[in-house]
């Protein structure tokens, strides 16, 4: 007979986690990147409590999230999301975290910066990597995601079209973009300059790196200009 996964041992983590990105991807039919994000929530609160899954109580949960107070809105709504997939869908054990509300986000007005702005911005860029992502969002239109996930395969060079393929999932939709000339040019001299990787993608790059792209340009300049 088959064991639960909240009966797996402590040990069988790994296990666990993954049946959970299955459980994501093939039961909810969830993007890649969406069932990895609410692993890697599970994994911390697992490390956290050090508990095997089924003996994880509320004030647990609670404790967890305590911890993530100091964190951005938007990142506790992710966890908490995470925590409801996790025990209230996958594990069955909805009772645990129904008491838990997802934080109320104030509205903010949405920065408008000027040519000149995004001008002296883009100059203060220091690679050729930054150039290149710089003017495929700012030509594309395109998710930060869709950008950061392109293969070779995802790109017409010819006709500088691009066809995302990261939303496998239900939850969001895209279809072709085009990048114009300039960004053409930047984009090539970016590819021809790449180094090596075992990754596919285009412009592999780590969490930390992800998360601080143009903080020079942000700090020399003053302007914050992200992805979205």
Same mark, same amino acid.
């Given at each position: @007979? $088959?064991? !639960? ?9 790994? =296990? /666990?986690? &993954?049946? +959970? #990105? ?58 908490? @999301? $995470?925590? !409801? ?9 909805? =009772? /645990?975290? &129904?008491? +838990? #509300? ?58 500088? @079209? ?67």
């Amino acid at each position: @007979m $088959a064991r !639960k996964a909240s009966d797996l041992p402590l040990e069988d983590q790994n =296990e /666990l986690l &993954s049946r +959970f #990105k299955d459980f994501q991807m093939v039961d909810l039919r969830r993007s890649k990147r969406t069932a990895y994000e609410k692993v890697w929530f599970i994994k911390r609160l697992l490390k956290n409590v050090n508990k095997n899954a089924n003996d994880i109580c509320r004030d647990d949960l609670r404790n967890f999230l305590r911890t993530l107070e100091n964190y951005s809105a938007a990142t506790y709504k992710n966890a908490l @999301m $995470a925590l !409801k997939v996790f025990f209230r869908d996958y594990l069955e054990k909805p =009772e /645990l975290v &129904s008491s +838990f #509300k997802f934080p109320h986000q104030v509205f903010k007005p949405k920065q408008i910066v000027s040519k000149e702005q995004v001008k002296q911005f883009y100059l203060c860029l220091e690679s050729s990597k930054e150039k290149a992502l710089f003017m495929l969002y700012a030509t594309t239109g395109l998710r930060r995601e869709e950008i950061l996930s392109l293969t070779p395969e995802d790109v017409d060079f010819d006709n500088r @079209m691009i066809t995302p393929n990261n939303h496998l999932g239900e939850t969001k939709k895209s279809w072709v973009s085009f990048y114009n000339q300039e960004a053409e040019i930047v984009f090539k001299e970016y590819l021809a300059a790449k180094n090596a990787s075992r990754s596919k993608r285009l412009f592999p790059m780590q969490r930390n790196e992800n998360v601080e792209l143009w903080k020079i340009a942000q700090d020399k300049t003053g302007i914050n200009i992200m992805p979205q």
